[in-house]
């Protein structure tokens, strides 16, 4: 039986939990394909399940990984959206460790394997659809984004903060985002954003009124929570939204009932999974509005008007060094791993 390296973890922890083993090759069952796997997209949803504060808890021993790229090579059962020999990319929506992608042959279902444009390297095809599939759901379904708007962006320079903003900009509104780093500002102006705050020195509510010409921003995309909350509040447009897409600041979370009865905001929660389906936690795919999306970002992607920032490369060998420079909050842009 040939076999290939996969990576697994036994335990919750740190990186150094993360082991490369090699195991038997698989065969796809119904509905599943296998794939020979070229690169890893990386986010923070794995580090969160590596250390069990993530939506899915991990039956050990415990696959990981959300995004890969590659090429099929055995389709199961009753599959016909894709065959082998196609180049595709792996789309969220599936178990993170049932179906894990950090390994050198991955089985992933059939519907999550997307065929990519031909323009993208599979480093880029890699970092495609958890950033992209979140912006456009939370802008285009939820938040109902006109050209014109404003969007702030908060806590920018990861993969989904950078998809937000191409989105923003393909949507004809304008971004406001921040930053704890005055040495990423020029580099996420270079990305499209319009205007760039720094956290650390200048204050979030008055620029945000300052470029709205007083009246603050239509919609707020914001993965922070915790304790931030009614700084957004005050910074978000009369009748405006504030997304809540993560809480990287906690789950303590105050409401600012004063402002909300001011402003007369609407506070949402929002998991990218409320489109795209997660079976573990029985959510089913809204099918109509995951084809609509792989449309357009396709579409974007392969015109150019999309392109994945690449923060930095690692090959397996490195998952843990990778999964530390993750942690460490220095990138700008998607992690890959290359297999």
Known sequence: MSTAKSVIFSRLGGPEVLELKDLPVAEPKAGEVRIGVQA?????????????QYLEQPQFPSKIGIEAAG??????????????????????????GKYGTYG??????ASSAIPYPKNLTPEQAAS??????????????????????????TAATGGAGLGAIEMARLLGATSIVTTRSASKKQALLDAG????????????????KAVTNGKGADLIFDPIAGDTLPMLAEAVAWGGQIILYGALN??????????GFLRNFTLRTYMVYNFCGLAALGLPR???AFARAV???????ASGKLRPAIARSFPLSQIQEAHRFMESNQQLGKIVVTV
């Open 40 to 52: 890893i997209g990386l986010n923070r949803a794995e580090v969160m399940y590596r250390t069990g």
């Open 71 to 96: 090429v099929i090579d055995a389709v199961g059962p009753g599959v016909s959206n894709v065959r082998i020999g196609d180049k595709v990319s792996v789309a969220t929506g599936q178990s993170i």
């Open 104 to 109: 050198e042959k991955i089985i992933t279902l």
């Open 128 to 153: 495609v659809w958890v950033q992209y599939l979140t912006a456009y759901f939370a802008f285009v379904d939820l938040g109902l984004i006109q050209r014109g708007q404003s969007v702030l962006i």
């Open 193 to 208: 954003a319009d205007h760039v705050v720094v956290a650390s020195g200048e204050n979030l509510v008055e620029r945000v």
């Open 250 to 259: 906690g789950a303590n979370v105050p409401y600012p009932l004063f402002a």
């Open 286 to 288: 809204n099918e109509e």
């Open 295 to 301: 449309k357009f970002i396709n579409e974007n992607l």
